[in-house]
């Protein structure tokens, strides 16, 4: 789960710099948690940190145990927990490396940079918190605009959708879950959902491979099952539609799917919309400018992506696609699609996108602008642990060209230390070296800061309107 961008981060610095690890204990209100939260893990966007909440030191040895790169094909007593922990620590992760080996998160943690040094310089705050919400508002998103019923949510026998100007956040895709004609849930297809749904298939995905591990077929068959029914048991939860309407909106539109594949494909879905450069998205805009119905709406979300906002448009309109142009194709070729969703979901993402004139798809033009925010990245950093930090961006990054969180193993990749329910600090097998306690209160001031500027209702979006002037600004203009 994602903390509320800045929420509650003042809590835990002070709490350390106190020296007052119980403020660090179960109670979410402290800490400032999402609401949707089931209060697990968070991972706080300000400091790019990771808390467990679920364990504390108590049960220290047996989360790195977990996340160790080892685990036995024998089911022992505390094999469940194991799993169950392993999971809940890549969960959070994810979030981690989609904040820092993606486009969209290079992006993320420069405006948020840049916001720091203009309050430290005491020059330009303003412009660079409005240009900074551009993100944060699209993880607020969610928490502001989400409204339920609480009915169970597989219940629901139509999704449907509508594109809105929402005056805070600006251009945005509902999507209702409708039983028998009434809207029992309506979602706002927020940077959050994108995010989530990743993290929650890689969760899924540890359970799945480590359940295969097993030797023993009746092991094997009762620890999938068990995955299987949480899987379940997420997706009928109203409180928790930000993980899931993303993946209910693939696993209705793509029943051939089971748990684990449509898990592989929202992972390439989210990493495919995360990763997208700015030719990607502006020719993408295009497509989805002539595919609204009102003309209006079309233009603003178009625009909005033009600077690279609204992704999570990109989510959506991907699966349609894919639903749509599977259902127009000859029996043979959607035979052979099929088999590519199953077997390699990011080559199908990209080869529908193809289908419909998509042009500029250049995996070396994204890899270019990363390298050129990952270069310009140093020149950002505030304390000497973020320089640490990012500059494992790029190695981690080439990790996943291998897979998924969950099918690499957390031990292949550079990981900042992460907090257990207590205060208490655990250590991932292949650790950064860095003090994470110290690294956090080194980031107190400037996030305190940070927080009064685009907390709460300040956390809006500025956007263009047809007819507004259109002023170009360059993404590089800070590069010296």
Request: glycine share 4%; charged share 25%.
């Amino acid at each position: 789960m994602l903390r509320s961008e800045f929420q509650g981060v003042c809590s835990l610095f002070l709490a350390l710099s106190k020296g007052n690890k119980e403020i660090l204990s179960m109670g979410g209100e402290v800490t400032g948690f999402m609401k949707i939260s089931d209060k697990n893990g968070v991972f706080d966007f300000t400091a790019n940190m990771v808390e467990i909440k679920k364990y504390n030191t108590s049960a220290r040895n047996l989360i790195e145990r977990a996340i160790s790169g080892v685990f036995e094909e024998t089911e022992q007593p505390e094999s469940k927990v194991l799993r169950t922990m392993k999971s809940l620590v890549i969960h959070e992760y994810v979030h981690f490396l989609d904040l820092t080996t993606t486009l969209w998160g290079m992006e993320y943690i420069a405006r948020k940079n840049l916001l720091a040094k203009a309050i430290v310089d005491d020059c330009e705050i303003h412009a660079r918190k409005d240009v900074s919400l551009i993100n944060v508002s699209e993880l607020h998103a969610h928490e502001q605009l989400v409204q339920t019923n609480g009915v169970g949510l597989l219940k629901t026998t139509l999704m449907n959708h509508a594109v809105v100007v929402d005056e805070r956040f600006g251009p945005i895709i509902f999507i209702y879950y409708n039983v028998e004609g009434e809207v029992i849930q309506s979602v706002p297809l927020s940077m959050m959902a994108v995010l989530e749904a990743n993290a929650y298939a890689c969760e899924i995905l540890s359970r799945i491979y480590d359940a295969e591990r097993l030797v023993d077929p009746v092991a094997r068959a009762i620890a999938l099952q068990e995955a299987e029914d949480d899987f379940e048991l997420i997706l009928d939860d109203p409180d928790q539609s930000v993980y899931t309407v993303l993946i209910s909106l693939a696993k209705l539109h793509f029943p051939l799917l089971d748990t684990k594949q449509l898990m592989l494909l929202m992972n390439a879905l989210v990493k495919f919309t995360l990763d997208l450069n700015s030719f990607e998205m502006s020719e993408m805009a295009n497509y989805v400018q002539r595919s609204i119905e009102s003309k209006y709406a079309g233009e603003v979300i178009s625009d909005d992506m033009r600077r690279g906002a609204s992704r999570a448009v990109i989510a959506f309109k991907t699966i349609l696609i894919m639903h749509g142009w599977r259902n127009t194709i000859g029996s043979h070729a959607r035979s052979q699609l099929d088999q590519l969703l199953k077997q390699n979901p990011q080559l199908a993402i990209e080869h529908c996108w193809r289908s419909i004139g998509m042009t500029t798809l250049s995996k070396e033009l994204t890899d270019y602008e990363f390298d050129v925010h990952y270069r310009n990245m140093y020149s950002l950093c505030l304390f000497e642990e973020e320089f640490k930090l990012y500059a494992e961006s790029k190695f981690n990054r080439a990790v996943l060209s291998f897979g998924n969180v969950a099918s690499v193993g957390l031990d292949k990749f550079k990981l900042m230390d992460f907090f257990l329910e207590d205060g208490g600090v655990a250590c991932p097998p292949n650790r950064i070296d860095i003090d994470v306690e110290e690294y956090l209160l080194s980031y107190a001031s400037i996030s305190v800061d940070i927080d009064k500027l685009c907390h709460g209702d300040g956390a809006t979006k500025f956007y263009r309107l047809p007819g507004d002037p259109i002023v170009y600004s360059s993404p590089f203009d800070h590069i010296d």
